[in-house]
């Protein structure tokens, strides 16, 4: 049985399951990715909730696993060598279960740096970016009187769609037939952006195609589905 001992996060969050990966999360769109990813590819896990609203990621325990302070994290058991590992930051993480497991992410080199693109223009831009809309149209910076940030972050977003519209025109997946964790790692993000923020009407959702199309099919997978209420908000 492999000893996480010697890792201060699994002090607040135990593991019942040790043999298992370990996530500490919460649903957000980015802490779904990786619960999507698990539950698509079938790799054993324990998820742990980590109440961002009560500032659990500030915690020292937490920290010793992510100095970013953000989740998701992960602590693998059965990493490199054997060895437990641990890793932060979303994107990494994707890319992380996609070649442990052989599966979300094709075998030909340049089909594979070609989805990684797409994982980096997600967490370069669409997340990033989605975020500040969501800020500035729904939470504390509505109250804001001068609107050209979220006149801003309303036009950007309209245009990262617009590349999102264009690279599915044509395609089922972001990669054509295969789905991959390029469409893992946007799924939660724009579900969040019409469904959380509300921001449809500001974004001119509607006048989009094949994008919802995308998303419907995504929203549909069984895995999708249990993802994107794991962990449990608590």
């Given at each position: 049985?492999?000893?996480?001992?010697a890792?201060?996060?699994?002090?607040r969050?135990?593991?019942?399951?040790?043999?298992?990966?370990?996530i500490y999360?919460?649903?957000?769109?980015?802490?779904v990715?990786?619960?999507?990813?698990?539950?698509?590819?079938g790799?054993?896990?324990?998820?742990?909730?980590?109440?961002?609203?009560?500032?659990?990621?500030w915690?020292?325990?937490f920290?010793?696993?992510?100095?970013?302070?953000?989740?998701?994290a992960?602590?693998d058991?059965?990493?490199?060598?054997?060895q437990?590992f641990?890793?932060?930051?979303?994107?990494?993480i994707?890319?992380?279960?996609?070649?442990k497991?052989g599966?979300?992410i094709?075998?030909?080199?340049?089909?594979?740096?070609?989805?990684i693109?797409?994982v980096?223009?997600?967490?370069?831009?669409?997340?990033?970016?989605?975020?500040?809309?969501?800020?500035?149209?729904?939470?504390a910076g509505?109250e804001i009187?001068?609107?050209?940030?979220?006149?801003?972050y309303?036009?950007?977003?309209?245009?990262?769609l617009g590349?999102?519209?264009?690279?599915?025109?044509g395609?089922?997946?972001?990669?054509?037939?295969?789905?991959?964790?390029?469409?893992?790692?946007m799924?939660?993000?724009?579900?969040?952006?019409?469904?959380?923020?509300?921001?449809?009407?500001?974004?001119d959702?509607?006048s989009?195609?094949?994008v919802?199309?995308?998303?419907?099919?995504?929203l549909?997978?069984p895995?999708?589905?249990?993802?994107?209420?794991?962990?449990?908000?608590?």
């Open positions: 049985m492999p000893d996480l001992s890792f201060p996060i699994t002090q969050w135990p593991a019942e399951h040790p043999d298992r990966l370990q999360s919460f649903p957000t769109p980015n802490g990715k990786v619960s999507i990813a698990l539950e698509e590819t790799l054993p896990y324990e998820a742990h909730t980590v109440k961002i609203g009560a500032n659990e990621t915690t020292p325990e920290l010793s696993l992510n100095p970013n302070g953000k989740i998701p992960i602590l058991p059965d990493g490199p060598g054997g437990p641990a890793l932060f930051e979303s994107g990494a994707l890319l992380y279960l996609a070649e497991t599966q979300l094709p075998r030909d080199p340049a089909r594979r740096m070609e989805t693109q797409w980096f223009f997600q967490m370069g831009g669409l997340g990033p970016i989605f975020g500040q809309l969501g800020f500035f149209h729904k939470f509505r009187e001068d609107k050209r940030p979220l006149h801003r309303r036009d950007e977003s309209k245009r990262l590349v999102l519209e264009q690279r599915l025109d395609r089922t997946w972001i990669m054509g037939d295969d789905y991959t964790i390029a469409d893992i790692s799924l939660g993000w724009v579900r969040n952006l019409v469904g959380f923020y509300g921001a449809g009407d500001l974004v959702y509607s989009l195609k094949h919802p199309a995308w998303l419907e099919r995504g549909a997978r895995a999708v589905q249990r993802g994107l209420d794991i962990p449990p908000r608590g």
